[in-house]
């Protein structure tokens, strides 16, 4: 199985902040990868697919980068309505495989 | 508006059964696969599952194989989850989640469903 390793587990930042969440995979997942967030009590939220392809609707300060194993999520200004949990899902193989998650937290 | 509705909360001794339903609207249910995916208390997210309505194709992650059922009913667009012996260890949220159309990434999720198993 491919293992998916976020970072950090935990990240406190203010309002305006630049974000960067990193997911590393344990083989090379080509550009397989895409990124949920989730608040609490609710369903995770489709933000990213394919590494860096905006899901429609999601607002355009977020962004994805990278390939093969290493791959960033960044925020451009944190807003407060994004202050929630992030994960990222290989889809390059399966068992389809999720990342830890990295909760984004209020400073 | 593509939704998928899940059947409620739901409280069970250890041993029981259950079955848990998701239902697909707003779109042609037969041709989507259907995933399924635990969370347990506090955690992250775990790939059960998944389900083509259209034959049944069912496939599972091999840690889930044969400790839980993925099924579905085309004709009443539901996927369904289902035990025959409940554990505490069952304890979770269980979400179902649309895939999308040619990549296994997942567009639409459910609401969740809390499954709390305690004697």
């Known amino acids: 199985d491919i293992q998916m390793t976020q970072s950090p587990s935990t990240l406190s930042a203010s309002v305006g902040d630049r974000v960067t969440i990193t997911c590393r995979a344990s083989?090379?997942?080509?550009?397989?990868l895409a990124w949920y967030q989730q608040k609490p009590g609710k369903a995770p939220n489709l933000l990213i697919y394919?590494?860096?392809s905006l899901e429609s609707g999601v607002p355009s300060r977020f962004s994805g980068s990278g390939s093969g194993t290493e791959f960033t999520l960044t925020i451009s200004s944190l807003q407060p309505d994004d202050f929630a949990t992030y994960y990222c899902?290989?889809?390059?193989?399966?068992?389809?495989?999720f990342g830890g998650g990295t909760k984004v937290e209020i400073k | 508006e593509v939704q998928l509705m899940q059947s409620g909360t739901e409280v069970k001794k250890p041993g029981e059964s259950l079955k848990i339903s998701c239902k697909g609207s707003?779109?042609?249910?037969?041709?989507?696969?259907i995933a399924w995916v635990r969370q347990m208390p506090g955690k992250g997210l775990e790939l059960m599952g998944v389900?083509?309505?259209?034959?049944?194709?069912?496939r599972y992650t091999p840690s889930f194989q044969g400790q839980v059922t993925i099924s579905a009913d085309k004709s009443i667009n539901t996927a369904y989850l289902q035990w025959s012996s409940l554990r505490a260890s069952d304890t979770a949220i269980y979400y179902c989640?649309?895939?999308?159309?040619?990549?296994?990434?997942?567009?639409?999720w459910g609401q969740g469903t809390l499954v709390t198993v305690s004697s």
């Open positions: 899902q290989q889809y390059n193989s399966n068992p389809l495989t």
């Open positions: 394919k590494a860096s």
């Open positions: 083989q090379s997942i080509t550009r397989w």
């Open positions: 707003g779109y042609s249910f037969s041709t989507y696969w």
């Open positions: 989640a649309r895939r999308a159309e040619t990549y296994e990434y997942f567009v639409t």
């Open positions: 389900i083509y309505p259209g034959d049944s194709d069912t």
